[in-house]
T-cell receptor, first 113, second 115 residues
């Protein structure tokens, strides 16, 4: 059973426009959510996180929104840049473990110049 | 500084070889992790060390043997691997469990090929 789902395997946007990546989860025990960016053959890079007590967290061009009632979070990137092209993983923490992160399958973002 | 280093960057080994992967962090983090990642898949947790003690073993075959010599170092000893073990092996660290924060910082990985 997949507890964290990223239903869009890929997304393509124009440079300068907004990129919106979506993530849904099923386990209501999750209380912390993270986004990672990954280039091929490199380790994931932590981007931004949000606690379940908040509904929005912003860091520069990156904003994460959390809708607890819908069990849905999204990552907004504004403006998108070609260097943002990568695979983005959504992850959730909590759910009874202090250490485990449950990852989604990732969304490949391509930002076209 | 959120750097986790891993060596070697690439490793090719035969099925009868013994090799080790190394990971180091100097952020004062007290939890360290080994993950395995196959292409187009999310990272898959293998082991967690907390305060230098093995906290989680995700039913990993015994041909993978983790070791945590001190709070900054993490090793993964490999022996008698199979070709299907070929993958990117990632090390990560986090401040500690129970803080209500779950950020893990990943190293660049070791690309392992088993021939």
């Amino acid at each position: 059973d997949q507890q964290v789902k990223q239903n869009s395997p890929s997304l393509s946007v124009q440079e300068g426009r907004i990129s919106i990546l979506n993530c849904d989860y099923t386990n209501s025990m999750f209380d912390y959510f993270l986004w990672y960016k990954k280039y091929p053959a490199e380790g994931p890079t932590f981007l931004i996180s949000i606690s379940s007590i908040k509904d929005k967290n912003e860091d520069g061009r990156f904003t994460v929104f959390l809708n607890k009632s819908a069990k849905h979070l999204s990552l907004h990137i504004v403006p998108s840049q070609p260097g943002d092209s990568a695979v983005y993983f959504c992850a959730a923490g909590g759910g009874g473990s202090n250490y485990k992160l449950t990852f989604g399958k990732g969304t490949l973002l391509t930002v076209n110049p | 500084d959120t750097e986790v280093t891993q060596t070697p960057k690439h490793l090719v080994m035969g099925m009868t070889n013994k090799k080790s992967l190394k990971c180091e962090q100097h952020m004062g983090h007290r939890a360290m992790y080994w993950y395995k990642q196959k292409a187009k898949k999310p990272p898959e947790l293998m082991f967690v060390y907390s305060y230098e003690k093995l906290s989680i073993n995700e039913s990993v075959p015994s041909r993978f043997s983790p070791e945590c010599p001190n709070s900054s170092l993490l090793n993964l000893h490999l022996h008698a691997l199979q070709p299907e073990d070929s993958a990117l092996y990632l090390c990560a660290s986090s401040p500690r469990g129970g803080t209500g924060r779950y950020e893990q910082y990943f190293g660049p990985g070791t690309r392992l090929t088993v021939t």
